[in-house]
């Protein structure tokens, strides 16, 4: 596999298999699985009440992050997310990976590169509230549970991608 | 000991805050392993220029299905103890098509921009910000998405409830489907060396992974009877009868011990749960 810099990626079977293993472990001894998009809502939601507390607390969305009566940042997805990041800084670190910048076309602007990544972001944080989940949360977690909904989602979420490809392509020209 | 462990109450809260940073940790560490913290290496699957995305998904889908579908088939696992995301089928579908277009645009997936980010990536942190104003657009506008965020709601529902078929089954076939998917992203013509006999490790993983998916179709066969995933021991009189018009009846193709099982476990608990643990 080839990696821009830094020692190999790992074949995908094998990082597949640890990270299948590393969900189980987290379902069996924790009774809940991966996700990510969760964490990000929390924090919206701690950002809300830290601003106006009444208006987040009474919030049709936000205000069920309000319901166990503590802060929605005391809840196991925000440590889990805390976990992603140093892992993944750990392991960029470790596979000489680290390098400040942004991956993009070379002939493509940083700008238009930029602003595609804050747009997809935007349009993602939406997405996943509404399918109450990501690719962690809802494909990943979900699909190992066979849930219904998280494999509606997940073949959705590769149709969206093949959908729009063509239109976003000049980002990696 | 039964599992889940926690829900059990084997340990704290505290204890638990640890487990799952560990486990994120683990999660962010393998991420980047796969080469996910790369924006590029990602999307390039909507290009077909990389399987990467497809193959480390549904191998770790298949592992941890495969795991947990044994657990709960001998009975060390008790289904009712873990969170399954609540299905809200419209919700659900729109949600994963605008993601989808959110993702090949912007590059990453929530959990991946965690990555990239800690990889020094740029364009990952531009992403992050996306989410934050996403989450909140979603919020401001909730009043003319709620219809759309409670389209098609339908409790916990499993592929196999919602089938009427057994879960060993539905396992055996996703496995087999993957192992099709990768045998076809993996062909290229003429490539068919190492001789046929002799074991690589690609080989050795398709072996085990056909005989894991075979037991699991016989064993849950054999005892039809048993909890499928995620159906409860939830007595049939105690299901509120508003639950869903397209919750399954218990007509199997598995044979005449169809059960009470298969109907649908309705825990408010868990809904509620699931629906703040992505």
């Known amino acids: 596999m080839r990696s821009e810099s830094g020692t190999q990626y790992w074949s995908p079977y094998a990082a597949g298999a640890a990270i299948g293993l590393t969900l189980l472990a987290t379902i069996v001894i924790l009774g809940s699985g991966l996700g990510a998009s969760g964490a990000i809502a929390r924090t919206v939601a701690a950002a809300f009440h830290a601003i106006a507390p009444e208006a987040a607390e009474s919030h049709a969305y936000f205000k069920t992050y309000f319901a166990e009566g503590r802060s929605p940042l005391q809840d196991w997805m925000v440590y889990q997310l805390g976990g992603v990041f140093l892992g993944g800084l750990v392991g960029a670190l470790t596979a000489g990976r680290w390098r400040p910048g942004l991956e993009k076309g070379p002939n493509a602007a940083r700008a238009h590169r930029l602003l595609l990544a804050f747009a997809g972001g935007t349009l993602t944080g939406l997405a996943a509230r509404l399918a109450r989940g990501c690719t962690s949360g809802q494909a990943l977690t979900g699909g190992a549970m066979l849930s219904l909904g998280s494999w509606a989602f997940m073949f959705s979420v590769f149709a969206g991608g093949y959908l729009a490809a063509w239109f976003v392509r000049r980002q990696w020209s | ?278």
């Open chain 2, 1 to 278: 000991m039964s599992l889940p462990l926690y829900p059990s109450g084997a340990f704290g809260e505290g204890v638990g805050f640890l487990l799952i940073f560990l486990f994120g940790f683990l999660f962010g560490f393998l991420l980047e392993r796969a080469g996910f913290g790369s924006a590029r290496k990602l999307t390039d699957i909507f290009y077909f220029r990389d399987w990467a995305v497809l193959r480390v998904m549904f191998t770790a889908i298949v592992v941890a299905m495969l795991g947990l579908l044994y657990l709960a088939g001998v009975g060390w696992l008790d289904m009712d103890g873990v969170s399954i995301p609540a299905t809200v089928l419209g919700a659900q579908v729109v949600g994963g098509l605008l993601l989808g277009i959110g993702f090949v645009m912007g590059g990453y997936c929530p959990g991946t921009s965690a990555v990239g980010a800690a990889s020094g990536k740029l364009d990952a942190v531009f992403y992050l910000a996306g989410l934050v104003v996403g989450t909140g657009l979603f919020g401001a506008g909730f009043g003319l998405l709620e219809p759309i965020y409670r389209w098609g709601e339908m409790g916990t529902v499993t592929v196999p409830q919602w089938l009427g078929a057994n879960a060993g089954l539905v396992g055996a076939v996703i496995v087999l489907v993957a192992l099709a998917a990768f045998l076809a992203t993996e062909y290229r013509p003429g490539g068919l060396s190492p001789a046929w006999n002799v074991v690589t490790p690609k080989r050795a993983g398709v072996a085990v992974l056909v005989s894991l998916a075979f037991a699991l179709a016989v064993g849950y066969a054999m005892r039809s009877g048993a909890p499928v995933v995620a159906a409860g021991a939830a007595p049939a009189a105690a299901q509120p009868a508003a639950v869903s018009p397209l919750q399954p009846t218990a007509t199997s193709p598995s044979g005449p011990v169809a059960s009470p099982q298969r109907t649908l476990p309705v825990e408010v608990k868990r809904f509620k749960k699931a629906s703040s643990c992505s």
